[in-house]
Each structure stands twice: as C-alpha cells, then as structure tokens.
C-alpha cells in the first residue's frame, strides 16, 4: 500500500495551508472529481435502495445536542457554541439529530416505515492536532450519513440490507475489509442507560456468518454498532463504515408514528454509513490503488496521445466527440514520455497517420494490452460502458 499523504500531494489531489489550519485540506480539481464521483455512486446506490436525500444546516443550537446527549456525552470532541444573537450555536458533530427533527416534522404513519433518509453533510470534531494526519484524520468531515426510522419488527432486515450495501460498496471500489467488529458498551459513565442487550442482539444476529471481533468501550454513547474497519499503509486500524441500532434518541425526541392498531408507537433509528467520511474513504482509496483508480474514479478516464502536430486537430475532433468522458489531450514530449506520465489513466489511444486516415481509434488499456482500431463511434461507446461503477 501506499501511503496517500504523500502520493496523494504528487498526483495532485488535495493540499494543505497553514492559514486555512491543521486538519483541514483542501482539494484540487482532479481530488475533487474522485470525490464527487464517489460522492454521486453512494448518492446512486441509496436511491435504487429506497432512501430519500435531504439536507440539513451545520450549525444548530446548543439546546438540540443537550437533547440528543451529544453535549453530555461527547462535548470532549465538539467546538465550543458561538454566542450569537443571544443564542449558542453549536457546529454538528453529527447529523442524526437533524434527521430526528425531519422526521418529527410532521405526523407518521406505520405505512412510511422503513423511512430511509441519506445525507452527504458536513460535520466538525475537535480533534487533537496530534492525530490529524491528511485525509484520515480530519476536522471539518464529509459524512455520507443516513438514519432509517422503522419499527422493532423491521430492525434486523434493515440493519442486514445497510450492511450489504457496504459489502457492494467495497465490491466497486475494491476495497476489503481489515475486519468487522462488534462494537459493545464499556465500563463508565461515558453511555446513556437504555435496552442495550436488544440492541447487541440485533446486531449479533446480523453478524452471523461473518466473521468478527466483539470489543467493549467502542460503542457509541447511544448505542451499540457494526464497525467495518480499514487499514492504513502503515498497517493503522481506523472505522470506514457503521451500522448502528438507537433506541435512546427516538425517546428523547419523542418520535413517534401511528401503528395499524391506530395507537402512537416509538420508532427505532438504524444510523447507517456506507463509506463513512468521504475524507476517509478517498485516502483510503489513493493508498489501496497507488493512484490507478478504477475508471469511473479515475480524474483523466482517457488520454489522447497525437504522434506529431499532424494528428493534433483529429486529436481535438475525438476530444469534442467524448461527451462525459472525462477526457484530455497530452501532445507535448515525447511519446514514450507522454505514455509514462498518463500510467495513471486506466485508457489511453495512440493517434498517428493510420487512425487519422482510417477515422478510428485504437485503445490501450493500463494493464498493456491493446484493442484492435474500431471507428471512433464504436471506441467512444465501448468507454462509456467501461468507466460505468
């Protein structure tokens, strides 16, 4: 593996300044469409599985975190509240009380349940200058987040599609799994009183048949969790996504729905993260690959290599013909050269005299092999379909 601080600054991906702060990278155009690709294949996945996309504000009152138990139980890792207009606002730490007040917002029925709501939202944790380190360990995170309200009944399956969805996640990005870990309540006041062993049940029936570590203290203050773990090129541990089963924020928002028995009954909140921080996701990503992202991550999916200035203006018609290829030109230097700076493409095409003359392209893939010359149509379409997740 390789370490994506490093390779990550030399494929141009994201940087830092010190006057924007430690912990807080920002991102260059090319980091920029790995994220945003990541970003619309997570966005992709939770609607062809049923979940609804909202957005919430960063900042809410001091008031909201004391409800939910964040300011009691994590105020060690949140920014001190802003006095503003005589009001403390607070930078979320998390989204799920954001998404208890969306569902309170109006009156439930049993029939919306599962209600599935996904948010790619920003989020804050103080964290120690100590443990920052690239996009591991940031302040200012990127969460794909969603919470599942649902009733008792509906927990375990629920909790089972939200963990497959991560294993198909990992599938397309060809990511694997350091370990999955049961994460239990430990010793101390550090938890919230609540029915701790249905939870830890749930989960466990939802961990059968995978293999798995059951570790206490790592629960969060609410609840127990599924913790899919990752490793770092220097073998560091660190949690990618999370399935999580919550009894304790329903009661202390009071949501409720109307059963079939036309009697108000308290939903369950399932918190579900399939690629966790995309800060997170994204090292993860430059460290497994080296920078030969798959093609539908990749910043440049094809690179057009003109022999001489000749070729040039076909060069420029095959680049107007690409469409949503993310697609570019390399003329300059030598084409061995030009060959060896574009290895991080997953497709490149050679254009001399015989392509210009024929009106076609011929392919070369990462990995060496070559596809025979095809008409430029025939070409642009293959591509299309390959740089597909």
């Not at 570019?328 to 991080?344: M, P, Q, T, V, Y």
Request: hydrophobic share 40%; glycine share 10%.
């Amino acid at each position: 593996m390789h370490d994506h601080r490093k390779l990550g600054r030399e494929l141009g991906l994201f940087g830092t300044d010190p006057l924007i702060g430690a912990g807080l990278p920002y991102w260059l155009p090319d980091g920029a469409i790995v994220r945003h690709s990541l970003e619309e294949y997570v966005r992709g996945l939770e609607r062809r599985s049923g979940y609804r996309h909202v957005h919430s504000p960063v900042l809410a009152k001091r008031e909201l975190y004391e409800i939910s138990g964040h300011w009691a139980h994590y105020r060690d890792d949140m920014y001190p509240p802003m006095d503003v207009g005589g009001e403390q606002l607070v930078l979320r730490p998390s989204l799920c009380p954001h998404h208890a007040l969306i569902y309170r917002s109006r009156g439930r029925s049993h029939r919306e349940l599962p209600l599935r709501i996904a948010e790619l939202g920003g989020m804050y944790r103080s964290e120690l200058s100590g443990v920052l380190g690239g996009l591991s360990r940031v302040r200012a995170i990127q969460l794909n987040d969603a919470h599942i309200f649902c009733t008792l009944d509906q927990v375990e399956a629920e909790a089972s599609a939200a963990l497959a969805m991560i294993r198909q996640a990992y599938d397309a990005l060809d990511i694997r799994p350091a370990r999955y870990r049961l994460s239990l309540p430990g010793a101390g006041g550090k938890y919230v009183a609540g029915d701790w062993d249905r939870s830890v049940e749930i989960l466990r029936s939802v961990l059968d048949g995978l293999p798995y570590d059951a570790v206490e203290g790592e629960a969060a203050f609410y609840g127990p969790k599924i913790d899919v773990q990752i490793a770092d090129s220097a073998g560091r541990e660190s949690t990618l996504s999370t399935v999580q089963v919550d009894f304790h924020q329903p009661e202390q928002f009071g949501l409720e729905y109307v059963g079939a028995d036309a009697a108000k009954h308290r939903p369950v909140m399932v918190h579900r993260s399939i690629i966790g921080s995309v800060e997170r996701a994204v090292a993860q990503l430059v460290e497994v690959h080296g920078g030969a992202f798959p093609a539908w991550l990749a910043p440049v999916q094809l690179r057009l290599l003109p022999v001489s200035a000749a070729e040039v203006p076909y060069a420029r018609e095959v680049l107007d013909r690409c469409g949503n290829l993310r697609a570019e030109i390399a003329a300059e230097g030598s084409l061995g050269a030009r060959i060896r700076d574009g290895r991080w493409a997953p497709f490149q095409a050679v254009i001399g005299s015989r392509e210009v003359a024929a009106g076609q392209l011929s392919l070369r893939l990462r990995d060496g092999r070559r596809l025979d010359l095809q008409p430029v149509a025939d070409a642009l379409a293959w591509l299309n379909r390959a740089v597909e997740p």
